[in-house]
């Protein structure tokens, strides 16, 4: 029963747009009402109706250590007594700073900002403003946040919604953004021969995340990488989710492939609006007040997110069994679904790294957009329903990954392994 959720959708279409404050929170793709909800603890979400869900999309991320984690609500209520926001330095920001710095590789400098499409943003002007150059590569089915140049075949809502041209980005911008297939080394040496010296960054996820997951292939990030050195290219790893959840130090540190400069934003901020961007002093030092690519935010550093993220990435890098135990969870579940699945007798494929993980429904393997996209997304879509109406919340999406959290018990595992049989079951 979601009577409540029904009633509150219905009124938030009367006053935002689409009754949602994020595309892909709407369920346009999959069908029926999103679910509203109310509150959240552990692995747990709870909705204006009262049901429960186990919860695979973690805020899409952020909540790594699972919902309303005790020190770091703690810490916010004990910061919001001194000001909710400064405009102002803190030493705050400094212990933030030193912390990242001490826990991710490449970083000498780091600069906060309020979200992770801000951090993409800038760390794409500040590659522009460093080469004097203009363009720049992405991968088709990567999505780096809703600026305009991230906006050309994006994965995410924009894959969700099989959005082909966004309008209001204008063809010059569209211009400068190169894409390439995800894990096609050739085609982006084809593409940098093509346009010698006019490309300035080179932006991946460096495992894809915004179409289902996708890891990178053998080798791929080790090329681009040396395409990067050679061509005077800064290379971008967006660690927006892979950060400080793949190892402590991302990506980064366990695919030990090393960024020019590298984008931050969920676990960072604890569940706060945080982002950040940040790398080698050579680079970072051109971003103003130091340089002149320009950058502000009036929030950025804000106290409350500062305390919330400082919190969770302490946690983080004082208990590296953290990672030991979302991993084995993480495995944990994927043998589980690997047997329904295969009992089920639907061809399907499960990607997984660490604690990120997605099904596709398809018979040959996942390693890019199309592939993702020539999937049975209709079954997903079945499959969506059917966990979501048993208390397994997943993305409404093939094209997003689910993230894992730390306080999910093996309990709560074994009962999404059988919710998903019962699923299959339902569906096939
Ligand atoms: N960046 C998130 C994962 N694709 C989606 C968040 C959103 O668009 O609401």
Request: aromatic letters at 8%.
């Amino acid at each position: 029963m979601i009577e409540k959720s029904i009633a509150l959708f219905n009124r938030a279409q009367q006053s935002i747009p689409g009754g949602v404050n994020s595309p892909v929170r709407a369920f346009k793709s999959v069908g029926g009402t999103p679910v509203f909800m109310k509150s959240a603890k552990g692995a747990y979400m709870f909705d204006a109706d009262g049901n429960r869900y186990i919860d695979y999309i973690n805020s899409w991320g952020p909540m790594i250590l699972g919902h309303a984690y005790e020190p770091v609500v703690k810490a916010i209520q004990e910061y919001a007594q001194y000001s909710t926001s400064f405009g102002a330095p803190t030493e705050l920001e400094i212990e933030m700073a030193e912390l990242i710095i001490s826990i991710a590789p490449n970083v000498d400098l780091i600069r906060m900002v309020s979200s992770g499409t801000e951090a993409c943003m800038s760390a794409i002007r500040l590659a522009r403003g460093y080469t004097g150059r203009n363009k720049i590569i992405k991968f088709e089915g990567c999505y780096h946040g809703h600026a305009d140049s991230f906006l050309v075949k994006a994965g995410s809502g924009v894959a969700t919604f099989n959005i082909q041209t966004v309008p209001g980005v204008t063809a010059g911008v569209a211009n400068d953004t190169l894409t390439c297939a995800y894990n096609d080394l050739d085609a982006v040496k084809q593409l940098v021969a093509e346009h010698h010296n006019e490309i300035a960054a080179i932006i991946i996820e460096p495992v894809a995340g915004n179409m289902g997951c996708i890891l990178p292939q053998e080798g791929f990030l080790e090329g681009l990488r040396a395409i990067c050195d050679l061509q005077g290219i800064v290379f971008i790893m967006d660690e927006v989710m892979t950060g400080f959840r793949l190892a402590p130090g991302g990506a980064q540190e366990r695919l030990k492939v090393n960024a020019d400069l590298v984008t931050y934003g969920k676990v960072i901020g604890g569940g706060m609006p945080v982002g950040a961007f940040g790398g080698k002093k050579e680079i970072m030092q051109h971003i103003s007040p130091l340089g002149n690519v320009y950058q502000a935010g009036t929030l950025s550093g804000n106290p409350l997110a500062m305390i919330a993220g400082y919190v969770m990435l302490k946690t983080l890098k004082e208990n590296p069994s953290i990672y030991k135990h979302l991993e084995e969870s993480t495995n944990y579940l994927r043998k589980g679904l690997d047997e329904v699945l295969k009992a089920s007798g639907t061809p399907y494929v499960i990607n997984q790294l660490g604690s990120m993980i997605s099904i596709h429904f398809s018979e040959h393997p996942i390693t890019n957009f199309s592939s993702a996209a020539a999937a049975n997304n209709e079954l997903f879509k079945k499959f969506f329903h059917a966990m979501l109406k048993r208390g397994v919340y997943l993305p409404p999406s093939a094209f997003e990954t689910w993230f894992l959290c730390n306080a999910l018990t093996r309990e709560d595992l074994d009962m999404t392994i059988q919710k998903a049989k019962e699923s299959l079951q339902e569906i096939l």
